[in-house]
């Protein structure tokens, strides 16, 4: 796959309509955590999330995509669960648990993704760090999101700050370009070369998706061929926001 093909510069009034899709996709998961307690099953979560989704007229790009088709508007990921992770009825949330959660939104013509994870009740200190850490790459992405800076800069800026905390980031998995489709380029890895990549303009929109492992980077997907997990069962965690470079300043597109 060529991503740089893909690459769609969007213009002030495309960035408009991106930024009510992403308010939106943050109500969205404003709405999810707030149900994050014991007992609550993972399938209650899609079903608040689609509640919120179809309040404002729109559909995840989730549901349906891929082979086999997804089944559901969010991913729910819990402890070693990476990415990609499905919804079911019988899936419980345990205290201390940490769950992630992604959900996209399609809203008038073009999509936001965004994503967090959290605790369930009281979680341990090593649970704690992993979730600081992954956040914290995630704004250090966000900040090399500039126009003349290059997408090796971004990669670049996450690897460190994980790998500096003595966690992992993935090989495997990136982040993306998004706009009229949910996987645009460029794509941007979480591991790179300061300097290196594909030129950053205003314009430009991409979800930026640290998932940071705490025992090795090495990943495994499950037999339902969706769920990611980290190979050795060691805790994960996964933060994302859709950014526009800009003239100035990042901006993000997935917030209330």
Not at 47 to 57: C, D, I, N, T
Not at 172 to 179: A, F, K, L, N, R
Request: with cysteine; net charge negative.
């Amino acid at each position: 796959m060529s991503w740089e093909r893909q690459i769609n510069v969007k213009s002030p009034a495309d960035l408009k309509i991106m930024r009510e899709a992403g308010h939106i996709n943050a109500t969205v998961l404003a709405a999810v955590r707030e149900r994050l307690q014991p007992g609550v099953t993972t399938a209650d979560l899609n079903a608040a999330a689609e509640e919120v989704l179809k309040s404002h007229g729109c559909v995840s790009p989730f549901k349906g995509y891929g082979n086999p088709p997804f089944p559901a508007s969010i991913t729910v990921c819990i402890n070693d669960e990476m990415v990609h992770g499905i919804p079911h009825p019988k899936r419980k949330l345990k205290e201390g648990d940490i769950v992630s959660i992604d959900c996209g939104t399609f809203h008038n013509g073009f999509v936001a993704d965004s994503a967090f994870t959290a605790g369930v009740g009281q979680i341990s200190p090593e649970a704690t760090k992993l979730l600081e850490v992954t956040e914290g790459a995630l704004f250090a992405g966000i900040e090399n999101m500039r126009k003349g800076k290059r997408t090796g800069d971004v990669s670049a800026a996450i690897q460190n700050f994980v790998e500096s905390h003595g966690f992992h980031v993935t090989r495997e998995y990136t982040g993306h370009g998004v706009g009229r489709k949910m996987h645009e380029g460029p794509q941007v890895p979480n591991i790179g070369i300061a300097g290196s990549g594909f030129l950053l303009r205003p314009g430009v929109t991409i979800a930026l998706e640290p998932m940071v492992l705490i025992g090795t980077h090495e990943t495994r997907v499950l037999p339902d061929k969706w769920t990611v997990v980290s190979a050795d069962g060691s805790l994960t965690a996964h933060f994302e926001h859709t950014i526009a470079v800009t003239e100035g300043d990042p901006l993000l597109l997935t917030v209330l």
